[in-house]
């Protein structure tokens, strides 16, 4: 069997990643527009973002890593050419991903009132409570994107997600403007006005996705049996069995950004504001390094498929090469512009001086984050998901929450201290899921020796 060269492996690795690296850096550039407007109307509001932007994330990411489980499953049927299975994924990915989506907004509105006893500043609670609202009902389109977007990159078709999030996001731009500061004769809503936005643009992503699947001639193969009778608990468990725990990683690591958030809290508005300044930057590179890892699971699952597990092996090594390189490059931004960035947010020179400070350890930590956001990647190519959840779970609650609260509240360090226990987090995850990958990849590659 020839195998591909590392050039090879780096161009198929960027052809794929790219257009997901735009789609994600679309999506995330909803939520830094957000920031961006609402921090010029205040501390308090901005305060606000940070706290019910962490909480909703915990919603966010379960439903994210449900959906993520579609695409290796969909890969590895196309590497076998199951096209049967491929429509029957499709059919109950999406089924999985709307009931999923209906049931998040119920549980999250329900339990919102809740934050009030979490000791937040009661300013800050009382302007989060109807903007978390509005994010908990996006999640219903949310999903349905999600499920015809992992469809799609299971089957490598990774440019149609990137034009519509560009879309999506200018049109979040515009809605930002209008509902927040009141144009074209309606009332300024402020802050609820960019849920409504954020809303809204959802709406649209699923609309548009779920029309290129459904009516492309390309999809005609599989959306031909789009009728409930192909309804199938089994496929639907799998999925959801595959994906819970890349669920339970996801809320691993996000749930403890989101708890550090609410610790930071603890400390006072203005120290919230500077921490949503500097998350919404580093979720930026994040969100952009899961485009390569993204890739990763597609040529990952799909070598494994064909059973090529030597380019399967090498699939993942360039994917973390990649992730590594362009998160060096981010950190280096960040700390060139660690004073000028925050001013684009906000004019209160205490929240400024803080979150430069704290955009500096964000540039510390790119690399441990590149290395463990790709590690993930490429371990779900391999439908590899539960000890990547403990490794989550050691690493980030373990490790980084206890060592960010000794150092923040016990050393004294404060809000510097709690994103320094991030850092140690991010590190201790990167290095074990990268010798995860090396020891399963390694045992599949000695199958074929």
Not at 131 to 140: A, G
Not at 409 to 432: N, P
Request: aromatic fraction near 12%; charged fraction near 10%.
């Amino acid at each position: 069997m020839n195998t591909l060269s590392y050039k090879q492996h780096f161009s198929k690795n960027f052809t794929l990643a790219y257009p997901v690296v735009l789609s994600q850096l679309g999506h995330i550039m909803v939520s830094v527009f957000d920031s961006l407007m609402v921090g010029q109307i205040g501390t308090i509001p901005l305060a606000a973002a940070s706290l019910g932007n962490s909480i909703f994330t915990i919603t966010l990411v379960f439903g994210l890593g449900i959906s993520y489980s579609i695409t290796p499953l969909i890969a590895a049927a196309d590497g076998r050419r199951n096209y049967t299975r491929i429509s029957l994924l499709l059919l109950n990915g999406l089924v999985t991903n709307i009931l999923l989506g209906i049931l998040l907004f119920i549980a999250g509105y329900f339990l919102s009132p809740h934050i009030t006893q979490l000791h937040q500043p009661q300013e800050v609670v009382t302007q989060a409570i109807p903007y978390i609202n509005i994010l908990f009902l996006s999640m219903v389109p949310l999903m349905v994107f999600q499920a015809f977007r992992q469809f799609a990159e299971g089957l490598s078709f990774t440019k149609q997600a990137m034009y519509i999030s560009i879309i999506a996001n200018s049109l979040n731009i515009v809605l930002n403007y209008i509902f927040i500061w009141g144009k074209l004769g309606l009332p300024a809503m402020g802050l609820v006005g960019a849920g409504w936005a954020t809303f809204i643009s959802r709406v649209v992503m699923a609309l548009m996705m779920g029309g290129w699947v459904l009516y492309g001639k390309r999809f005609y193969v599989f959306t031909k049996f789009m009728h409930l009778r192909h309804l199938s608990f089994i496929h639907m468990y799998r999925i959801f069995k595959l994906g819970l725990p890349i669920s339970g990683q996801m809320i691993f690591e996000m749930g403890a950004f989101s708890f550090s958030a609410i610790m930071i809290g603890w400390l006072g508005a203005k120290q919230l504001a500077a921490h949503q300044i500097a998350i919404n930057v580093a979720s930026v590179t994040y969100m952009m390094a899961s485009g390569i890892a993204a890739a990763a699971t597609i040529r990952v699952g799909n070598q494994k498929g064909l059973g090529h597990f030597h380019d399967m092996r090498m699939a993942g090594y360039t994917s973390f090469t990649m992730g590594i390189l362009f998160m060096i490059g981010s950190g280096f931004l960040m700390i060139l512009g660690n004073k000028l960035i925050p001013m684009l947010y906000i004019d209160d020179p205490e929240v400024i001086r803080i979150a430069a400070g704290l955009l500096i350890i964000a540039a510390l930590f790119q690399i441990s984050d590149g290395v463990q956001v790709v590690g993930l990647g490429a371990l779900r190519g391999l439908e590899d998901v539960r000890i990547p959840s403990l490794i989550s779970l050691l690493a980030y609650w373990g490790i980084g929450l206890p060592v960010g609260y000794l150092l923040c509240f016990k050393a004294g360090i404060g809000v510097e201290g709690i994103w320094t226990g991030l850092l140690t987090g991010l590190s201790v995850a990167a290095i074990l899921l990268f010798l995860r990958f090396k020891t399963l990849s390694n045992k599949y590659r000695k199958i074929t020796a």
